[in-house]
C-alpha cells in the first residue's frame, strides 16, 4: 500500500468521490480515498437520487447548479453509467407566502443561470396531466434538474479520478488519526499507516467518530428516512414522456417515476422519528450497507395524502420500501471545510441530499484546499460555524427539526424551537420579561426587537408588525440614547511580547501604537481574500482585545493562533463566554455614562475610536467608544456575571434622558443608513478588499502583511465587480440579498444585504456590480419578490456622512 499522500480521503460515498475527482482534476492526483467497504457504501447506495435547482440559498444554489450541469456529461466523460434522468422538477406553493417564496428563488434562479417558470395549475396538468392540484396555487418548475442513479454517479465520478490519477483503496478501515511533529497525519488503516499533508473527513454516517480520532466533532444526525417503490403503473408504461419529480409541502414528499414504477419519499413531520443510533450513539463499524426494518405504519398518513394527488398510483402494490440513514445537521447545511483547530484536517460531510450535492460540494472544498478559497462563499457551509454546539441534545433537536421541515417554509422573522437557549446573556430573562424578541445567532440568544405590547412578530416577506417599534427604537437612538445587549460578539486576548508584530502581520491594517487606540481589520488571505474582519483595542503593547461576530468565533480564532510563527511569543485566549456587552448609544449617551462613573468621558480625553478600562457601580469595565449604528456611544465589556448590575445602573441613570431597549433590527437600519459593511454579506472569502471599496482600511506604508501582493495586484489590474450603496424603490418589501441586479434585460450584479432607513425614510441596499454601473446617479433594477424596483447608487451614507455625530 502507498506510504505517502498529499491528500488521503476516508469515505466512499457520493461526497468522498466528488472530492476525488475535482482534486485531481484541479491536479492533485497524489489523492487517496480510502473505505472500509464498498464505493456507495453508507447513505449513498440507497439514496433517491433527487437533483433539485430549486434553491433559495444564493451559494447552495450554485453547488445544486453545478452537479446538475456535470451529470448530463459525466458518463461521457468517464465512460462509466451515470443514469442522469433529466425530466425537471415542480414544486408546490400551497399558499400566498410560498408562491412569494418561489419569485425569490426564481430571482436565484437568474442570478445562477438554471430556468425556472412560476407555473399554475393548468399549466401544471398540461406538463403532467395525472396530478391533482386541488389547493395548488402555482408551481416552480426547474427545467434543467432531474434525477441520477446514486451508484451510478459515485463510481463515475471515482471512476473519472483513477483515470486522472488518483488513488481508490476499498475493504480498508481507517482506526486512527494522529497529527505528527511535522504537521503531516499519519493515517492509520487496517492494512497499513499512509503519511498525508491533507485528511479530509468524508465519512458520512460515520462523520463523527472519524472526527473524534483528531479531538474533533461534527454536529450531525443519521436519520432515518424512507421512501417506498411501486409496483409497475399502467400510465408509466403506455408513455414514454418520464413525469418531473414533483415536491409537495401538502404530503411532506416527493414523488416521481422510477423507470416504470412510482417512486415516494416522505418527511415526517409529526412524533415518533427515529435517528440511527448504535454503540453510545454511533453506528457499528461492521455495518456497511445498513437498512432498517420498514415502518409503514409512521409514513401512512403523508403517502394517503400523495394517493390524493396521485389517484393513478392508488391500486398500486408495493415493491419495496427503502428506510436507510441520511447526515442531517441542525441549519441543514453540510459541513465543508477546516476543522476547528486542525491545520489540514478538513470536513465534507454533513449532507441531507448528498446526491445533488456531492459533485459541487467536491469541487468548491478541492479550491479551498489547492488555492486558499473558493469561488463562492463559504461561510455558511464553514464547519466552525457552530461554534463548538456539537452536544447531542442541541444536535438531535435541531436536527430532527430540520428532518421535519424539509418542504416547510422558513419566513423572514420566524423563529423556530428547537435547541434554543444554547447560549445566553445573563440579561436573558430580565430583557424577557420587558418585551424583547430572540433570534439566534451561533446560538446565541439576541434580542432582535422589543415588543411593548405583547405582540408576537407576525414572520413576513413584507413590513410586519415590529416594523413601527423598530422604528421607534432606531429614533431613541438617533435622537436620545438606546442600550442593546450585544453579548454574542466573539471575543479574544491577544497577549505577550510578540503580540504587536503578530497582529500586524496578519492584518490589513496598521495596529495602534498607542494604549487605547482602535482600529477595524481585516485578516486576509495570501490570495488578498477576506477571511475575517475584526475590532482590535490596544490595552498594552503586549496586550489586545479583539472581537468579531457570533458565528465567526472559532474560524478567527484559527486565524489567529494557526498563524503564529515557531518562536514567536503569543497567547491567544477566547473570552466569548467571560464577557457580556453592551451597547450605549445616542446623543445623550454620555450624559448618561457621565452619571455612573467617575472617569472622564468628554471628547478631549476620550476621543472617538478609543478604549479604556473604567468602573461603573463597582464594576470593571472596557468602554469602547466604538459602534456599529453611527452615533455618539460606547461598547461597555463587562464580566457576564456583573452584566445585570451594569445593565440596571444604566437603566436608572438614562430614565430621565429617554432611554430605550433596541434590538439588531434596529442596528441593521441604522448601519445601512451609515453605509456600513457586514461581514458574511458584503465582505467575503468571495472578495478583495478592493473590490469591496475597503482600501481605506489598507496600511500600505507598514511593509508586509498576509495578502499584500495579491490586494496590490488586484488593485492595478481592476476588477470586474464592485460593491455600490443605493436607494431603493422598494414599496413595502424591502431587498434581503441575493437578489438579482438587472439592467436591459440581463443580470448585472447581485445584492447582498439590505432594509429601510427608519429616520431617512429610504430602503438601502448594497450590491456588487459590473463597473460600468458603479457611477454615483446610476440607475438599475433589483428584483424584489418578482418586482423590478428601481436603485439609483449614492456616493456617501445617507446619515452624517461627515461622521460628526461618532465625533462629538
Not at 447552495?60 to 451529470?71: F, P, Q
Not at 503519511?195 to 466533532?217: F, K, P, S
Amino acid at each position: 500500500m502507498q506510504g505517502h499522500a498529499r491528500v488521503v480521503i476516508i469515505g466512499g460515498g457520493i461526497l468522498g468521490a466528488g472530492l476525488l475527482y475535482h482534486l485531481a482534476e484541479e491536479g492533485w492526483t497524489d489523492s487517496i480515498l480510502i473505505e472500509k467497504g464498498e464505493l456507495t457504501s453508507g447513505s449513498t447506495w440507497h439514496a433517491a437520487g433527487q437533483c433539485p435547482s430549486f434553491n433559495a440559498d444564493y451559494n447552495m444554489a450554485k453547488v445544486h447548479h453545478y452537479g446538475n450541469t456535470l451529470y448530463p456529461v459525466l458518463e461521457e466523460k468517464t465512460g462509466q453509467y451515470v443514469g442522469w434522468h433529466g425530466c425537471g422538477g415542480i414544486r408546490f406553493a400551497l399558499t400566498r407566502e410560498e408562491l412569494d417564496f418561489f419569485k425569490h428563488v426564481e430571482g436565484v434562479s437568474k442570478l445562477i443561470g438554471f430556468r425556472m417558470e412560476i407555473i399554475g395549475p393548468d399549466e401544471i396538468n398540461n406538463i403532467f396531466p395525472h396530478v391533482d392540484t386541488t389547493g395548488v396555487l402555482a408551481g416552480a418548475w426547474t427545467l434543467d434538474d432531474g434525477h441520477v442513479d446514486p451508484a451510478g454517479s459515485c463510481n463515475a465520478l471515482a471512476k473519472g479520478a483513477r483515470d486522472m490519477g488518483a488513488g481508490i483503496i476499498l475493504r480498508n478501515r481507517v482506526l486512527d488519526i494522529d497529527q505528527l511533529p511535522s504537521g503531516e497525519f499519519k493515517v492509520v488503516t487496517e492494512n497499513g499507516d499512509i503519511i498525508a499533508e491533507h485528511v479530509v473527513n468524508a465519512a458520512g454516517c460515520y462523520a463523527r467518530q472519524v472526527a473524534r480520532m483528531l479531538g474533533a466533532d461534527v454536529p450531525i444526525t443519521n436519520m432515518k428516512h424512507q421512501y417506498v417503490v411501486t409496483d409497475a403503473i399502467d400510465e408509466f408504461v403506455q408513455s414514454s414522456v418520464e413525469m418531473p419529480v414533483i415536491r409537495d409541502p401538502y404530503a411532506s414528499a416527493y414523488y416521481r417515476q422510477e423507470q416504470k414504477s412510482a417512486l415516494i419519499g416522505i418527511y415526517e413531520t409529526h412524533e415518533g422519528l427515529e435517528a440511527w443510533d448504535q454503540h453510545g450513539g454511533y453506528p457499528d463499524w461492521n455495518s456497511e450497507n445498513e437498512l432498517f426494518d420498514e415502518d409503514i405504519d409512521h409514513i401512512l398518513p403523508y403517502l394517503e395524502r400523495v394517493l390524493e394527488r396521485m389517484p393513478i398510483w392508488a391500486q398500486s402494490g408495493i415493491k419495496r420500501v427503502v428506510n436507510g440513514a441520511i447526515p442531517h445537521t441542525p441549519d441543514a447545511n453540510p459541513l465543508i471545510g477546516p476543522a476547528v483547530g486542525v491545520r489540514n484536517f478538513w470536513m465534507c460531510c454533513g449532507s441531507a441530499i448528498g446526491i445533488a450535492q456531492g459533485a459541487g460540494l467536491g469541487k468548491y472544498l478541492a479550491q479551498w484546499m489547492i488555492h486558499g478559497d473558493s469561488e463562492i462563499n463559504m461561510a455558511g457551509l464553514d464547519p466552525r460555524r457552530y461554534c463548538g454546539l456539537t452536544g447531542e441534545d442541541y444536535v438531535r433537536a435541531k436536527s430532527f427539526e430540520d428532518y421535519t421541515h424539509m418542504y416547510k417554509l422558513h419566513l423572514p422573522g420566524e423563529e423556530r424551537p428547537a435547541g434554543r437557549g444554547a447560549r445566553m446573556s445573563s440579561l436573558y430573562d430580565l430583557l424577557k420579561a420587558k418585551g424583547a424578541q430572540y433570534t439566534e445567532a451561533a446560538g446565541w440568544e439576541r434580542p432582535k426587537w422589543f415588543s411593548l405590547n405583547g405582540d408576537i412578530e407576525a414572520p413576513s416577506f413584507y413590513h410586519n408588525n415590529s416594523f413601527e417599534a423598530v422604528a421607534n427604537e432606531c429614533r431613541a437612538v438617533r435622537e436620545r440614547v438606546g442600550i442593546l445587549d450585544l453579548s454574542s460578539f466573539a471575543k479574544f486576548e491577544v497577549t505577550g511580547p510578540d503580540a504587536f508584530d503578530h497582529l500586524n502581520r496578519i492584518v490589513a491594517n496598521q495596529i495602534p501604537k498607542k494604549d487605547g487606540g482602535i482600529i477595524l481589520a481585516h485578516l486576509l488571505g495570501e490570495n488578498g481574500r477576506m477571511h475575517g474582519e475584526v475590532t482590535i483595542t490596544r490595552l498594552a503593547q503586549d496586550r489586545y482585545y479583539l472581537l468579531s461576530g457570533a458565528a465567526a468565533q472559532h474560524r478567527d480564532k484559527d486565524h489567529l493562533m494557526l498563524t503564529i510563527r515557531d518562536g514567536e511569543e503569543v497567547e491567544v485566549g477566547d473570552v466569548t463566554d467571560d464577557y457580556g456587552v453592551l451597547v450605549l448609544a445616542g446623543p445623550k449617551s454620555r450624559e448618561v455614562l457621565s452619571a455612573v462613573t467617575n472617569a472622564d468621558l468628554s471628547n478631549e480625553n476620550f476621543r472617538w475610536l478609543t478604549g479604556r478600562e473604567i468602573k461603573i457601580a463597582g464594576v470593571d469595565v472596557k468602554a469602547l467608544r466604538i459602534n456599529y449604528v453611527g452615533e455618539l456611544g460606547w461598547e461597555l465589556h463587562a464580566s457576564m456575571v456583573n452584566l445585570p448590575i451594569l445593565y440596571q445602573t444604566l437603566w436608572v441613570a438614562g430614565e430621565a434622558c429617554g432611554i430605550a431597549d433596541f434590538g439588531t433590527y434596529a442596528v441593521n437600519s441604522l448601519r445601512l443608513e451609515k453605509a456600513y459593511k457586514g461581514w458574511g454579506a458584503e465582505l467575503t472569502n468571495e472578495i478583495t478588499m478592493i473590490e469591496a471599496g475597503m482600501e481605506r482600511f489598507i496600511n500600505w506604508k507598514k511593509g508586509e502583511f498576509t495578502g499584500r501582493k495579491a490586494t496590490q495586484l488586484r488593485q492595478q489590474q481592476g476588477v470586474e465587480t464592485q460593491l455600490v450603496y443605493a436607494e431603493l424603490n422598494a414599496g413595502d418589501s424591502d431587498a434581503h440579498g441575493g437578489e438579482p441586479v438587472m439592467s436591459g434585460g440581463k443580470v448585472i450584479g447581485v445584492t447582498t444585504s439590505g432594509g429601510y432607513g427608519h429616520i431617512t425614510g429610504k430602503s438601502l441596499v448594497f450590491a456588487y456590480v459590473a463597473p460600468e454601473f458603479t457611477a454615483p446617479g446610476t440607475s438599475f433594477a433589483v428584483e424584489v419578490l418578482g418586482q423590478n424596483r428601481t436603485a439609483t447608487v449614492i456616493d456617501e451614507p445617507v446619515w452624517d456622512a461627515a461622521n460628526e455625530r461618532l465625533r462629538a
